[in-house]
């Protein structure tokens, strides 16, 4: 994201960055950045919490008056739960030892190079779309 | 309960960790030393048109899903699109909340409600989504950030919010 915001400002446009990863955002420096302290997976609020939702939005949006010089961060302190034990299960070192083959511990999914549809409905109505006179990517303004 | 805090998590150390217990080459992360691009706002929020990029994987139904490997494509989401209409998929964070809420990681609702308070002059008529934790710096660079750029001047963009993941 680091490199999309530096073109858009080369370019002329400004940006802000909204971040939950302080220390990835630092080391990627974007001219302006709002840091929101909630889990990976939670940019922009809490699920079915528009009042939060709007507040933190606000927030990052306030950025674009208030960053008075280029690599400005502000803190939107707010909190993701009365303690931050959440914290203490972020990407902390698997098990070793369980086996010698590299990556065979890597709870991650793996990287697969075909689309991957959040439900068979949505691959069966991409499938529709595509090739009809509606369909974007034929038209070329879309993917 | 402020004694209850802890720092900011860690990510780098804590992904560098991860690696290395995996017996993974340690992972190279992107860093900008020295003085970041900086355009100036030339207009207030409330007389600019806002448009949006977010990297968690975002479609519409009837767009083709990304894929998890090195996907450098971006969709356009029309601003009016249903938000019951917007779908997530990704290989990096916990999808649960985007699954049921798509406004924790593509604040569209938030962002129409502004629009509409006036607060926001108005919005793009899309907003673009994409991949985040793409492996190849140099297909973002030379590929994706590109072609970006260029749709937010083709569609008279002032100000761009970015939302990794």
């Known amino acids: 994201m680091g490199l999309i915001a530096r073109q858009l400002e080369e370019s002329g446009i400004p940006t802000v960055t909204m971040t939950c990863a302080r220390d990835i955002t630092e080391a990627v420096n974007p001219p302006r950045s709002v840091f929101l302290d909630f889990p990976l997976g939670h940019t922009t609020g809490r699920a079915h919490d528009p009042v939060l939702g709007r507040r933190i939005i606000e927030g990052a949006l306030a950025a674009f008056a208030d960053a008075d010089h280029p690599g400005w961060m502000s803190d939107q302190s707010i909190h993701w739960a009365d303690d931050d034990s959440w914290k203490d299960s972020v990407m902390r070192p698997v098990a070793s030892g369980t086996t010698d083959i590299p990556g065979s511990d890597d709870e991650r999914s793996p990287r697969r190079d075909t689309p991957q549809y959040q439900s068979i409905d949505d691959a069966s109505a991409a499938e529709k779309t595509h090739g009809d006179e509606q369909c974007l990517v034929c038209k070329g303004v879309d993917y | 309960m402020s004694d209850h805090r ?160």
């Open chain 2, 6 to 165: 802890q720092p900011p998590v860690d990510y780098i150390d804590r992904t560098l960790a991860q690696y290395e217990a995996l017996g993974y080459p340690a992972y190279s992360w992107a860093t900008n030393p020295g003085t970041p691009p900086w355009a100036d706002v030339a207009e207030p929020l409330e007389r600019s048109r806002l448009g949006v990029i977010a990297t968690g994987g975002i479609y519409r139904v009837g767009q083709t899903a990304f894929t998890h490997h090195d996907d450098t494509t971006f969709r356009a989401i029309a601003t009016d699109t249903a938000t019951s209409d917007l779908r997530a998929t990704h290989f990096a964070y916990d999808l649960t909340d985007a699954h049921r809420d798509i406004n924790v990681v593509f604040p569209i609702d938030p962002l129409r409600s502004l629009a509409d308070d006036g607060a926001i002059g108005e919005l793009a008529p899309s907003f673009f989504t994409c991949m985040g934790g793409i492996y190849s710096q140099r297909r973002v660079r030379d590929e994706l950030a590109p072609a970006l750029v260029q749709r937010c001047h083709d569609d008279h963009i002032d100000l761009v919010l970015l939302v990794p993941v």
